[in-house]
């Protein structure tokens, strides 16, 4: 099973793929770190290297004054990649093995949020109707975790990708600058 999880990522970093996309975006997480490390870091601990910083010890982990939280701290606040996955939902309740790589990308890329549309039926007065959902997650403890779920007001049209995967997860972005990009760049 390990064997097969390797060999899926491995294919999947040789693709236009999800994977990849991720892994190249999250090079701009490092860099930000690395600009706060050169910002913050005394002459010791630029000399001792960038590494040795924002690997601490157990104990300089729990402390909130220590460089590598204040390090993590900054690049959190510049920096959350949202990645949108209409059928993340489907996907997750028929047991796909695609939401389990979506769920290996959040717990490997702690920066990355997953948006998606799910589609719920809710009895109202005696009437089933299905009611759709743009609902974001993040990985914690290698579970999904629900961060918001806001209703649409119809259903979602699946249909063109790529402008409604962005209309749909735009209100869970922040910051003064988005870049919307696709796969396949």
Known sequence: EENIFHLRHWASLRGQTLCRTVRGM???????KLLAFLDMANADEILQGYKV??????????SQRSISAQIDA???????????????????????????????????????????????????????????????VKSVDNLDQEIYRIKLPGPAKIGEGKPENQNHAIIFTRGEALQAIDMNQ
């Open 53 to 62: 910083v924002t690997a601490p010890m157990d104990d300089e982990k729990r």
């Open 74 to 136: 900054l690049a959190d606040m510049k920096f959350t990649y949202v990645a949108t996955c209409q059928n993340y939902g489907n996907q997750k309740r028929s047991g796909d093995r695609r939401a389990t790589d979506i769920l290996n990308l959040m717990v490997n890329n702690p920066s990355l949020r997953v948006a998606y549309v799910d589609e719920v039926e809710e009895r109202e007065a005696g009437n089933v109707e299905k009611v759709y959902y743009s609902v974001l």
């Open 26 to 32: 999250m090079y701009y997480r490092r860099a930000l």
